[in-house]
Protein backbone atom coordinates (compact mmCIF):
# COMPACT_ATOMS: atom_id res chain seq x y z
CA UNK A 1 0.00 0.00 0.00
CA UNK A 2 0.94 3.43 -0.71
CA UNK A 3 1.11 5.32 2.39
CA UNK A 4 -0.34 8.56 2.11
CA UNK A 5 0.56 10.00 5.77
CA UNK A 6 3.85 9.32 5.64
CA UNK A 7 4.33 11.63 2.25
CA UNK A 8 2.28 13.90 3.32
CA UNK A 9 4.12 14.79 6.90
CA UNK A 10 7.71 13.65 5.58
CA UNK A 11 8.01 15.23 2.16
CA UNK A 12 9.14 18.66 2.14
CA UNK A 13 6.00 21.59 1.81
CA UNK A 14 7.80 22.54 -1.62
CA UNK A 15 7.85 19.74 -3.30
CA UNK A 16 4.32 18.65 -1.92
CA UNK A 17 3.16 22.01 -3.38
CA UNK A 18 4.92 20.58 -6.93
CA UNK A 19 2.12 17.25 -7.00
CA UNK A 20 -0.86 17.68 -4.73
CA UNK A 21 -4.43 18.62 -4.91
CA UNK A 22 -6.18 20.73 -2.55
CA UNK A 23 -10.38 19.70 -1.77
CA UNK A 24 -11.47 23.29 -2.42
CA UNK A 25 -15.47 23.77 -0.79
CA UNK A 26 -16.47 26.46 -3.44
CA UNK A 27 -19.00 29.00 -2.31
CA UNK A 28 -21.69 30.16 -4.69
CA UNK A 29 -20.56 33.18 -6.65
CA UNK A 30 -17.06 32.81 -8.49
CA UNK A 31 -16.22 30.52 -11.47
CA UNK A 32 -14.41 27.40 -10.93
CA UNK A 33 -11.69 29.00 -13.05
CA UNK A 34 -11.66 31.96 -11.12
CA UNK A 35 -11.47 29.85 -7.77
CA UNK A 36 -8.08 27.65 -9.47
CA UNK A 37 -6.91 30.71 -10.15
CA UNK A 38 -7.03 32.06 -6.74
CA UNK A 39 -5.56 29.29 -5.84
CA UNK A 40 -2.50 29.43 -8.26
CA UNK A 41 -1.54 33.26 -7.36
CA UNK A 42 -2.40 32.52 -3.91
CA UNK A 43 0.16 30.12 -3.59
CA UNK A 44 2.19 31.51 -6.30
CA UNK A 45 2.34 28.60 -8.20
CA UNK A 46 2.96 27.73 -11.94
CA UNK A 47 -0.33 26.20 -12.81
CA UNK A 48 -3.62 24.87 -10.98
CA UNK A 49 -7.02 23.36 -13.03
CA UNK A 50 -10.16 22.14 -11.44
CA UNK A 51 -11.22 18.71 -11.69
CA UNK A 52 -15.20 18.82 -12.29
CA UNK A 53 -16.82 22.23 -13.33
CA UNK A 54 -19.51 23.70 -10.72
CA UNK A 55 -21.51 26.20 -12.24
CA UNK A 56 -20.71 30.02 -10.47
CA UNK A 57 -24.03 29.81 -8.56
CA UNK A 58 -23.37 25.98 -7.51
CA UNK A 59 -21.46 25.77 -4.25
CA UNK A 60 -19.43 22.13 -2.91
CA UNK A 61 -16.57 20.12 -3.46
CA UNK A 62 -14.23 21.24 -6.50
CA UNK A 63 -10.81 19.66 -6.45
CA UNK A 64 -7.87 21.53 -7.41
CA UNK A 65 -4.75 20.09 -8.98
CA UNK A 66 -1.67 21.95 -8.21
CA UNK A 67 1.71 22.11 -10.63
CA UNK A 68 2.53 18.39 -12.11
CA UNK A 69 -0.87 16.96 -10.42
CA UNK A 70 -2.75 18.92 -13.42
CA UNK A 71 -1.42 15.95 -15.27
CA UNK A 72 -3.41 13.65 -13.35
CA UNK A 73 -7.04 15.63 -13.86
CA UNK A 74 -7.79 13.62 -16.59
CA UNK A 75 -7.71 9.87 -14.13
CA UNK A 76 -8.95 11.86 -11.53
CA UNK A 77 -12.15 13.55 -12.55
CA UNK A 78 -14.38 11.18 -14.62
CA UNK A 79 -15.68 9.78 -11.92
CA UNK A 80 -19.39 9.49 -9.79
CA UNK A 81 -20.76 12.93 -8.27
CA UNK A 82 -23.14 13.01 -5.23
CA UNK A 83 -25.23 16.08 -4.81
CA UNK A 84 -27.89 18.30 -2.72
CA UNK A 85 -30.10 20.64 -3.80
CA UNK A 86 -33.66 21.64 -4.14
CA UNK A 87 -36.25 21.30 -6.64
CA UNK A 88 -39.15 23.61 -7.09
CA UNK A 89 -42.29 22.25 -8.84
CA UNK A 90 -44.30 24.73 -10.47
CA UNK A 91 -47.56 22.83 -9.70
CA UNK A 92 -48.63 21.04 -6.33
CA UNK A 93 -48.52 17.73 -7.08
CA UNK A 94 -49.04 14.52 -5.01
CA UNK A 95 -45.98 12.61 -3.61
CA UNK A 96 -46.92 9.28 -5.66
CA UNK A 97 -47.10 11.20 -8.60
CA UNK A 98 -43.75 13.01 -8.33
CA UNK A 99 -41.78 9.73 -7.31
CA UNK A 100 -43.22 7.97 -10.72
CA UNK A 101 -41.96 11.12 -12.16
CA UNK A 102 -38.27 10.64 -10.91
CA UNK A 103 -37.99 6.82 -11.08
CA UNK A 104 -38.12 7.35 -15.09
CA UNK A 105 -34.86 8.72 -15.04
CA UNK A 106 -33.03 6.40 -12.77
CA UNK A 107 -30.44 4.39 -14.85
CA UNK A 108 -28.89 5.41 -17.89
CA UNK A 109 -30.51 8.57 -19.33
CA UNK A 110 -29.89 10.28 -23.00
CA UNK A 111 -29.26 14.04 -21.90
CA UNK A 112 -28.71 17.25 -24.17
CA UNK A 113 -26.36 19.63 -22.43
CA UNK A 114 -28.17 22.75 -22.14
CA UNK A 115 -27.41 25.92 -24.66
CA UNK A 116 -25.15 27.65 -22.22
CA UNK A 117 -22.61 24.65 -22.13
CA UNK A 118 -19.08 24.75 -23.07
CA UNK A 119 -19.72 20.88 -24.42
CA UNK A 120 -20.51 20.29 -28.01
CA UNK A 121 -24.79 20.21 -27.83
CA UNK A 122 -24.95 16.31 -28.71
CA UNK A 123 -27.58 14.01 -27.58
CA UNK A 124 -25.42 11.60 -24.33
CA UNK A 125 -25.81 8.51 -22.29
CA UNK A 126 -25.67 9.18 -18.43
CA UNK A 127 -26.63 7.17 -15.60
CA UNK A 128 -28.53 8.27 -12.54
CA UNK A 129 -27.15 6.50 -10.00
CA UNK A 130 -30.35 7.57 -7.22
CA UNK A 131 -32.25 10.44 -6.71
CA UNK A 132 -33.84 10.43 -3.60
CA UNK A 133 -35.98 12.97 -1.84
CA UNK A 134 -35.06 14.09 1.53
CA UNK A 135 -37.58 16.54 2.61
CA UNK A 136 -40.67 18.16 1.31
CA UNK A 137 -41.82 21.93 2.06
CA UNK A 138 -44.94 22.16 -0.62
CA UNK A 139 -43.63 22.67 -4.24
CA UNK A 140 -39.82 22.63 -2.73
CA UNK A 141 -38.08 19.27 -2.54
CA UNK A 142 -34.99 18.99 -1.24
CA UNK A 143 -33.39 16.00 -2.76
CA UNK A 144 -29.92 14.20 -2.89
CA UNK A 145 -28.51 12.59 -6.48
CA UNK A 146 -25.51 10.32 -7.78
CA UNK A 147 -24.99 10.73 -11.32
CA UNK A 148 -22.03 10.68 -13.83
CA UNK A 149 -19.27 12.93 -14.43
CA UNK A 150 -20.86 15.09 -17.07
CA UNK A 151 -24.59 14.85 -16.31
CA UNK A 152 -26.16 18.22 -15.62
CA UNK A 153 -28.54 18.45 -12.46
CA UNK A 154 -30.68 21.25 -13.77
CA UNK A 155 -31.45 19.69 -16.95
CA UNK A 156 -31.72 16.85 -15.31
CA UNK A 157 -34.44 18.75 -12.75
CA UNK A 158 -36.40 20.06 -15.76
CA UNK A 159 -36.29 16.88 -17.45
CA UNK A 160 -38.08 15.17 -14.91
CA UNK A 161 -40.69 17.94 -14.34
CA UNK A 162 -42.17 18.11 -18.36
CA UNK A 163 -44.51 15.35 -17.31
CA UNK A 164 -45.44 16.82 -13.90
CA UNK A 165 -46.47 20.69 -14.70
CA UNK A 166 -42.90 21.63 -14.57
CA UNK A 167 -39.85 21.94 -12.27
CA UNK A 168 -37.09 23.59 -12.25
CA UNK A 169 -33.47 23.92 -9.61
CA UNK A 170 -32.99 26.16 -7.22
CA UNK A 171 -30.11 25.62 -4.97
CA UNK A 172 -27.50 23.14 -5.52
CA UNK A 173 -24.28 21.87 -3.99
CA UNK A 174 -21.72 19.41 -4.40
CA UNK A 175 -21.22 16.50 -1.47
CA UNK A 176 -18.11 14.75 -3.51
CA UNK A 177 -16.33 13.93 -6.49
CA UNK A 178 -15.01 10.32 -6.71
CA UNK A 179 -12.71 10.01 -4.00
CA UNK A 180 -13.29 13.49 -2.93
CA UNK A 181 -15.97 14.45 0.21
CA UNK A 182 -17.76 17.35 1.54
CA UNK A 183 -16.58 17.04 5.16
CA UNK A 184 -12.61 17.18 3.83
CA UNK A 185 -13.08 20.16 1.82
CA UNK A 186 -11.35 23.50 3.03
CA UNK A 187 -13.45 26.61 2.62
CA UNK A 188 -11.46 29.60 0.83
CA UNK A 189 -10.99 31.92 3.44
CA UNK A 190 -9.44 28.96 5.87
CA UNK A 191 -7.21 28.33 2.68
CA UNK A 192 -5.97 31.74 2.97
CA UNK A 193 -5.43 31.73 6.58
CA UNK A 194 -3.17 28.49 6.02
CA UNK A 195 -0.83 29.79 3.21
CA UNK A 196 -1.00 33.55 5.32
CA UNK A 197 0.27 31.14 8.47
CA UNK A 198 2.82 29.20 5.71
CA UNK A 199 4.40 32.56 4.54
CA UNK A 200 5.03 33.24 8.01
CA UNK A 201 7.05 30.06 8.49
CA UNK A 202 3.67 27.64 10.20
CA UNK A 203 3.26 25.17 7.61
CA UNK A 204 1.48 23.23 9.96
CA UNK A 205 -2.62 23.69 8.56
CA UNK A 206 -1.24 23.92 5.27
CA UNK A 207 0.19 20.21 5.27
CA UNK A 208 -3.14 19.14 6.47
CA UNK A 209 -5.02 20.22 3.42
CA UNK A 210 -2.93 19.03 1.11
CA UNK A 211 -3.65 16.08 -0.41
CA UNK A 212 -0.56 14.33 -1.82
CA UNK A 213 -1.53 13.23 -5.74
CA UNK A 214 0.12 10.02 -4.82
CA UNK A 215 -3.30 9.72 -3.97
CA UNK A 216 -4.07 8.39 -7.32
CA UNK A 217 -3.39 4.70 -6.17
CA UNK A 218 -6.80 4.76 -4.76
CA UNK A 219 -8.22 5.05 -7.71
CA UNK A 220 -6.38 3.47 -10.54
CA UNK A 221 -4.89 -0.04 -10.05
CA UNK A 222 -0.90 -0.06 -8.99
CA UNK A 223 2.14 -1.91 -9.30
CA UNK A 224 5.40 -1.36 -7.85
CA UNK A 225 8.40 -1.24 -9.28
CA UNK A 226 11.98 -2.61 -8.56
CA UNK A 227 14.43 0.48 -7.13
CA UNK A 228 16.81 -0.37 -9.08
CA UNK A 229 14.49 -0.22 -13.04
CA UNK A 230 13.76 2.91 -11.87
CA UNK A 231 16.03 5.19 -13.83
CA UNK A 232 14.68 3.23 -17.22
CA UNK A 233 11.10 3.75 -16.63
CA UNK A 234 11.93 7.39 -15.78
CA UNK A 235 13.34 7.68 -19.37
CA UNK A 236 10.27 6.33 -21.43
CA UNK A 237 10.72 1.94 -21.14
CA UNK A 238 7.43 0.15 -21.44
CA UNK A 239 7.71 -1.74 -17.84
CA UNK A 240 8.55 -5.66 -18.42
CA UNK A 241 7.78 -8.56 -16.15
CA UNK A 242 11.00 -8.79 -14.69
CA UNK A 243 10.38 -4.73 -13.14
CA UNK A 244 7.70 -5.70 -10.93
CA UNK A 245 7.43 -6.49 -7.46
CA UNK A 246 3.82 -7.51 -7.31
CA UNK A 247 2.95 -9.01 -10.48
CA UNK A 248 -0.15 -10.83 -8.92
CA UNK A 249 -1.76 -7.42 -8.94
CA UNK A 250 -1.86 -7.80 -13.00
CA UNK A 251 -5.27 -9.88 -12.08
CA UNK A 252 -8.48 -9.26 -13.34
CA UNK A 253 -7.07 -6.35 -15.89
CA UNK A 254 -7.79 -6.08 -19.34
CA UNK A 255 -6.15 -4.71 -22.22
CA UNK A 256 -5.81 -0.48 -21.88
CA UNK A 257 -7.03 -0.21 -18.54
CA UNK A 258 -5.33 2.24 -16.92
CA UNK A 259 -2.71 1.38 -14.06
CA UNK A 260 0.00 3.37 -12.12
CA UNK A 261 3.66 2.88 -11.31
CA UNK A 262 5.26 3.07 -7.94
CA UNK A 263 8.77 2.45 -6.24
CA UNK A 264 8.10 2.31 -2.40
CA UNK A 265 5.87 5.62 -2.14
CA UNK A 266 7.51 7.34 -5.09
CA UNK A 267 4.99 7.74 -7.88
CA UNK A 268 6.89 6.99 -11.35
CA UNK A 269 3.96 7.89 -13.65
CA UNK A 270 0.77 6.16 -15.36
CA UNK A 271 0.46 3.72 -17.78
CA UNK A 272 -1.68 1.41 -20.11
CA UNK A 273 -2.13 -2.28 -19.83
CA UNK A 274 -0.92 -4.44 -22.88
CA UNK A 275 0.52 -7.84 -21.32
CA UNK A 276 1.85 -8.52 -24.77
CA UNK A 277 4.81 -10.65 -23.99
CA UNK A 278 7.42 -9.64 -21.56
CA UNK A 279 5.70 -6.29 -21.42
CA UNK A 280 3.27 -5.39 -18.99
CA UNK A 281 2.33 -1.52 -19.33
CA UNK A 282 3.06 1.32 -21.39
CA UNK A 283 3.70 4.78 -20.18
CA UNK A 284 1.58 7.92 -21.10
CA UNK A 285 2.68 10.09 -18.41
CA UNK A 286 5.91 9.75 -16.53
CA UNK A 287 6.58 11.87 -13.82
CA UNK A 288 10.66 13.07 -14.61
Given at each position: ??????????????????????????????????????????????????????????????????????R??????????????????????????L??????????????????S?????????????????????????????????????????D????????????????????????????????????????????KN?R??????????N????????????????????????????????????K?D??????????????????E???I????????
Amino acid sequence: MINLEKIKSEKPIKELLKFSIINIDKPSGPTSFQVSQFIKNTLNINKTSHMGTLDPQVSGVLPVALSRACRLSEYLMHKDKTYIGIMRLHKDIEDKKLIDAINKFIGKITQLPPIRSRVKRAERVREIKFFRILERDGKNILFETQVQAGTYIRKLVHDMGKNIGGAHMLELRRTKAGFFEEIDSINLYDFEKAINEYKNGDEKNLRKIIIPAEVIANFLPFLEIHEQTVKKCLTGSPIFKNFVKNIENIKGLKKYDKLCIFSDNNFIGCYKFISEGDIIALPEFVFN
